[in-house]
């Protein structure tokens, strides 16, 4: 988790449009905590290296998705929420909502790097957010919580609880989008 919060801080000085850069990040941050999570009671059980895998593949892609889901949800922010709106982007960070756009549009990858003022980067970014963007973002997230689906269905342990994390956490932003 270190090492994600070094890496996201040696890229947070400019936007990017890396998406290796950004998933390895998300990954080191918040979806190898979950693959812990997610792995531990296998270990404490004892169970076959293919199920421990199962679960590991779980809970990293539980974790992927819910990283996805918080970009997008600082991205739609709704009264009810208990954070900063639009603090990614203040913070300078790519995150995949961002990501996407400044593929589509390299033009505005150079113009808010050339922005110093955070609040005039805010202004610039979400005046070009898309709504088809946040919905690749969305489906992006929706890809990583069916195979988590699917892992743990494989892994032979599906609970409808576990089977309904997925549910819980593209549902934070379904009514947004």
Not at 5 to 32: M, N
Request: with cysteine; aromatic share 6%; hydrophobic share 40%.
């Amino acid at each position: 988790m270190a090492e994600g919060e070094l890496k996201e801080l040696e890229h947070t000085r400019s936007f990017h449009d890396r998406l290796d850069v950004y998933l390895d990040i998300i990954y080191l941050k918040t979806a190898s905590l979950f693959e812990l999570c997610s792995t531990g009671p296998g270990i404490l059980a004892d169970v076959p290296d293919d199920t421990l895998d199962l679960l590991a593949s779980y809970g990293r892609s539980v974790g992927m998705a819910f990283q996805i889901v918080d970009d997008i949800i600082n991205l739609c922010p709704d009264a009810s929420d208990n954070k900063d709106a639009f603090n990614d982007i203040l913070e300078g960070k790519s995150t995949l909502p961002l990501v996407l756009l400044f593929r589509l549009r390299p033009d505005a990858l150079r113009q808010v790097n050339g922005l110093s003022d955070p609040e005039e980067r805010k202004r610039f970014l979400v005046g070009l957010l898309d709504p088809e963007i946040l919905r690749r973002s969305r489906d992006s997230a929706l890809e990583y919580l069916d195979r988590a689906v699917d892992d743990i269905r494989r892994a032979g342990v599906w609970t409808e609880g576990l089977a309904g994390i997925p549910a819980q956490i593209i549902d934070q932003i379904d009514k947004r989008l």
